[in-house]
């Protein structure tokens, strides 16, 4: 890229972030989580058809990426480089934003099932532990698709989980399903569904009677904390 087509590339981003409607969109993403369509239009205090417009801007000067999971999508700030812009506007504009008020039941937050898989707090914290070491790769060629790496492989056997078992059913394997409380992504897919089972098999975790939530018990945070790293 030469320095005109730099000048032009870093006005079309400026003008993106410029528009009123389009800063309220993205100060609401700056916290890490996602949100729709809908809820970034009542935030940029526009009609749904504009949000998607204003949306689609966002998208296409990449700063923001959208993820699609059942009938919604979500959108997510584009990195750490857009947050920091962000913050650095805010820091000349000098003032700050509010943040985003989670008004999930503080039982269904804490952990929950999603389908078969675990779903809140706790599951958003385990899926950013095996990142962090280095447990999932990206599958190339599909968004938001995970495969193991050697280690997240070894590990995973480790825990009694059957990874070729696990990789060969109907299904896909593993993938960033996005917490509607935490609006982070947890581990969905066969490998997250065989993650909570071997979790209620070894009593990591148990299920509520009536409701989706799950009890991390004192022998589950011990050993999530042993085998992972996770804080309780």
């Not at 805010?90 to 937050?109: C, E, K, N």
């Not at 078969?116 to 790769?137: N, P």
């Not at 696990?166 to 509607?180: E, G, I, K, Q």
């Amino acid at each position: 890229m030469n320095v005109d087509q730099a000048d032009v590339a870093v006005s079309r981003i400026a003008a993106a972030i410029g528009e009123p409607a389009r800063a309220r969109m993205l100060y609401c993403l700056a916290d890490g989580r996602a949100r729709t369509s809908t809820e970034l239009g009542i935030v940029g205090e526009v009609s749904p058809s504009t949000a998607s417009v204003h949306l689609n801007r966002l998208k296409a000067e990449r700063l923001v990426t959208m993820s699609a999971q059942g009938k919604h999508r979500y959108y997510s700030l584009n990195g750490v480089s857009v947050a920091n812009v962000l913050e650095a506007l805010s820091v000349v504009a000098g003032r700050s934003h509010g943040t985003f008020a989670v008004r999930t039941p503080t039982r269904l937050r804490a952990a929950r099932t999603c389908y078969d898989h675990m779903a809140g707090a706790l599951a958003v914290s385990l899926h950013d532990r095996f990142a962090a070491l280095k447990w999932l790769a990206a599958d190339a060629g599909r968004d938001h698709e995970y495969d193991l790496t050697t280690a997240g492989a070894k590990a995973c056997a480790a825990l009694g989980i059957d990874v070729d078992a696990t990789r060969a059913l109907r299904r896909r394997f593993a993938f960033a399903c996005v917490d509607w409380s935490e609006r982070r992504p947890h581990l969905g897919g066969a490998l997250g569904a065989a993650l909570l089972k071997t979790a209620l098999k070894n009593k990591w975790v148990v299920a509520d009677l009536d409701s989706r939530a799950l009890t991390v018990t004192s022998h589950g945070r011990r050993e999530m904390a042993a085998r992972f790293g996770l804080k309780s």
